[in-house]
């Protein structure tokens, strides 16, 4: 219990320190905004559009959290930590004295997308809900968890669980099959009624996009350029493992007929993201749960303690590879941040028990020495926050509009040059006076930029 409170003391310090950064998170978290402050609960809307990316149950808890806390980057994130936590006890409860929580939350992965404001988290919850469920034979139970689990991110889910069972009921017990259609049929019901609602509004198109684009177009295509090889995922899925890789490659060395379902989870996961042609690193969250159980049995190793060190790499590969655009301060930073986890890393060849906070300490570093203190390189965090305060109506050029702009201005925010006060990347504008600049770069386009506010004379 005193790791768990230690992780999630670190992690709540993580997630409110450093501003929203563009791009996911600011969408999502301007989507919630927008409907606390509208009452439209039913279509997320971004600055005034429609945003048919994803189901709206992160939205509704999100802008839920907003509405009674008020927005800050806490209220944006919470959830996230939350529901790893929630995960976690999950796997805690699935053996008796099992260990796959404490392996779970000190895997990267997890612990960088707990401090991250989008809905991966959730869906693994209710996914993983789902698993226990369905391993227990409570398949009405099931079907509502992974109904759920598609309002969180989409109907991935469903095919994840859907092919795991089946797979596992061919090949151990075919007279499960009927549980598995029930909980299937549930959660189509479930998940589809949102999908439903929108089409009944005359909303077609979004629930057509939906579909179509954010869901079948993802196995087909490389959207936005995000694609890769067939072994893109094998690195990541080591990299997300660290510092457990010993206990993984242990795990994965034999087949436990006792931990079937969860080989074949884990092998569905990295099958199904591994031939879509649209590649992300966080697609793979789903399957750790799954390596968490398998690898809950196996003693720590010292190849377990090496792999740790990788995240002393980390910050030293920002550094390389980035040097040359950032500037000494934020490089000191980073080096602070690899210094701090290479500290304690020595700490736990002595100390096993530290080595679970590897992980945490590598985010909390990273928000505590980079993200935070260098608030002043982000440029479109520092326009929101300065028009909120002085600009009542802003419009801005297409370009220059960027989701955490729109956050922390905290409303809509017109496109094109005929308000009082404009947002641009331009250094002029006729019969303007430039009353903002800052320079830093942007996630949003990904290059380094000079973001100005311009108040008519």
Excluded at 267 to 290: C, E, G, Q
Excluded at 356 to 379: H, I, M, N, Q, R
Aim: glycine content about 8%.
């Amino acid at each position: 219990m005193l790791k768990i409170s230690i992780i999630v003391i670190a992690l709540a310090i993580a997630i409110s320190v450093y501003p929203i950064l563009d791009m996911d998170e600011a969408w999502y978290a301007s989507v919630s905004l927008r409907m606390a402050k509208t009452g439209n609960w039913l279509i997320p809307n971004f600055n005034g559009t429609p945003f048919p990316t994803k189901p709206p149950l992160w939205f509704w808890i999100t802008g839920f959290t907003f509405k009674i806390f008020g927005p800050s980057e806490i209220s944006a994130r919470i959830w996230a930590l939350l529901f790893t936590l929630f995960t976690a006890y999950l796997l805690r409860a699935w053996y008796r004295k099992s260990k796959a929580h404490i392996i779970f939350l000190s895997c990267l992965m997890p612990i960088l997308l707990a401090c991250v404001g989008r809905m991966d988290s959730a869906m693994v919850f209710f996914l993983t809900l789902a698993f226990l469920l369905g391993y227990r034979e409570k398949w009405l139970s099931a079907g509502i968890a992974l109904g759920v689990s598609v309002l969180a991110k989409g109907p991935v889910s469903v095919a994840i669980w859907g092919i795991t069972f089946i797979i596992y009921a061919l090949i151990y017990d075919r007279r499960i099959i009927k549980g598995i259609v029930l909980s299937g049929l549930i959660a189509v019901l479930i998940g589809g009624s949102w999908f439903a609602l929108l089409y009944l509004e005359g909303m077609k198109d979004m629930v057509k996009y939906f579909l179509l684009h954010e869901n079948l177009a993802r196995i087909r295509t490389g959207l936005e350029g995000h694609t890769g090889p067939l072994y893109y995922y094998l690195p990541i899925l080591l990299m997300g493992a660290v510092p457990n890789l010993g206990k993984l490659l242990k795990g994965l060395s034999y087949w436990n007929r006792d931990k079937a379902l969860f080989y074949i989870w884990f092998l569905v996961v990295l099958t199904i993201f591994s031939i879509a042609k649209t590649k992300l690193p966080h697609y793979i969250l789903p399957l750790y749960p799954a390596l968490a159980l398998i690898m809950e049995q196996e003693r720590e190793s010292l190849w377990d303690w090496l792999s740790g060190g990788i995240l002393i790499l980390i910050p030293l590969a920002i550094i390389h590879f980035f040097g040359g655009k950032l500037p000494e301060e934020l490089k000191k930073g980073l080096f602070l941040s690899s210094f701090s986890v290479g500290v304690l890393w020595a700490i736990s060849l002595y100390l096993k028990g530290a080595r679970v906070f590897l992980s945490t300490a590598l985010a909390l570093s990273l928000a505590l020495l980079v993200l935070s203190p260098f608030k002043s390189f982000y440029p479109h965090y520092l326009a929101g926050v300065f028009a909120h305060e002085r600009c009542p109506e802003l419009w801005s050029t297409k370009k220059a509009l960027a989701p955490s702009t729109v956050f922390y201005y905290g409303k809509d925010i017109k496109i094109g040059e005929k308000g009082k006060w404009i947002l641009s990347y331009r250094e002029e504008i006729p019969g303007y006076k430039k009353i903002f600049e800052s320079e830093g770069f942007s996630l949003y386009n990904g290059k380094w930029i000079t973001l100005r506010i311009f108040k008519k004379r």
